[in-house]
């Protein structure tokens, strides 16, 4: 089935969501600097009835909906605007109020790594009405392979932090927990064949696999900048009078946290 789709932001994946679509026979008018082209380029929206936003962050979701590139506003025909980046859930629930109602929106924070995203295995948390997600189907069926739908628009981008910031703890604890088992003398491949024993092997490659949350750094070893942002994100989607002290605890800790590669 061939469908419209307009691909905006800068993210790692946006090279592989291309592919993604374009193999799945999608028109994709691309609008991010990897793919040689930008909002700024197009004069005429005309036409963009979806839009897959993939920013890095929110200043350039900013960028991209209200600013200097202005799609939300200067798209008369706009109907979607499927928000696929790593945004703050508060941020994220924020943007209906923002964008005109007649444009449906879907917030799909994906997880999977970049060789995962390119052989279309990306899993996606969505939130939304049921006719919004009805729009968004042809995108996210040619993005991965399931969609989980967590509820309204804004509740997948703060389950996708919730679950980040359990994946974080996780993580964080094994990596001290493999230092101390090398002091004690014990072989980094018992220990870990013993937590696979106990909590599987899918959970363990969530923790210890090189591409993912663990190790998955920049230059300078920010392990603990990730862990602490991971927190943080999760942290943002707290209401008033909720407990926040074991997590804010969490974050100091995490700071501190160095990455570690399973031998």
């Not at 090279?15 to 005429?44: H, M, N, W, Y």
């Not at 007649?102 to 969505?126: K, M, N, Y």
């Amino acid at each position: 089935m061939t469908f419209s789709v307009a691909l905006a932001g800068s993210h790692s994946v946006v090279s592989s969501f291309f592919i993604r679509l374009k193999a799945a026979g999608a028109d994709v008018l691309a609008l991010c600097p990897q793919l040689g082209a930008t909002a700024e380029d197009i004069a005429d929206r005309a036409g963009i009835r979806t839009l897959l936003l993939v920013p890095r962050d929110v200043m350039e979701s900013e960028a991209l909906l209200f600013e200097a590139e202005n799609l939300a506003k200067t798209s008369p025909d706009l109907e979607l605007i499927i928000l696929s980046g790593p945004l703050s859930p508060r941020y994220v629930r924020a943007l209906r109020a923002r964008i005109a109602a007649h444009i449906a929106l879907v917030d799909a924070p994906f997880s999977g790594t970049l060789r995962q995203i390119s052989a279309g295995q990306a899993t996606f948390l969505v939130g939304g009405t049921a006719d919004a997600l009805k729009l968004a189907h042809p995108v996210l069926a040619a993005l991965g392979q399931s969609a989980t739908h967590m509820g309204d628009f804004g509740t997948a981008m703060s389950a996708k932090a919730l679950q980040d910031c359990i994946a974080a703890a996780s993580s964080a604890l094994t990596r001290s927990a493999l230092d101390w088992a090398d002091a004690q003398g014990i072989e980094e491949t018992r220990l870990v064949h013993l937590l696979e024993t106990t909590f599987g092997r899918r959970m363990m490659n969530s923790i210890t696999d090189p591409a993912s949350l663990v190790t998955n750094t920049l230059p300078g070893d920010n392990a603990g900048q990730v862990l602490v942002k991971n927190v943080e994100q999760a942290m943002d989607t707290a209401l008033k009078g909720v407990h926040l002290t074991p997590p804010r605890r969490s974050g100091y800790d995490f700071a501190t946290t160095r990455a570690r590669h399973l031998h």
